[in-house]
């Protein structure tokens, strides 16, 4: 998927398309429609990495069985 933004929305943002990535992985994971491991995924960075910036920011961890699961096929995979 492709988001294009018009330059006078973004204009004084400082926003880079990995911070908005990153901005939209945290805002799907905090809203539970996306796992860690598939938020982290579309921020491009480790998990371990990804919680950090969750805890920079204060933004509690949820993770139950179904997201294991998920994270377990996602290892199996790699």
């Not at 939209?24 to 990495?49: D, F, P």
Request: hydrophobic letters at 45%; aromatic letters at 4%.
């Amino acid at each position: 998927m492709q988001i294009a933004l018009p330059d006078e929305m973004v204009e004084g943002l400082d926003l880079t398309p990995e911070r908005a990535c990153l901005d939209l992985a945290i805002g799907l994971y905090a809203e539970q429609k996306v796992t860690l491991g598939r938020a982290a995924k579309l921020a491009g960075m480790a998990q371990s990495a990804f919680l950090k910036k969750l805890g920079e920011l204060r933004i509690p961890m949820h993770y139950d069985l179904p997201e294991l699961e998920e994270d377990l096929l996602m290892v199996r995979d790699a």
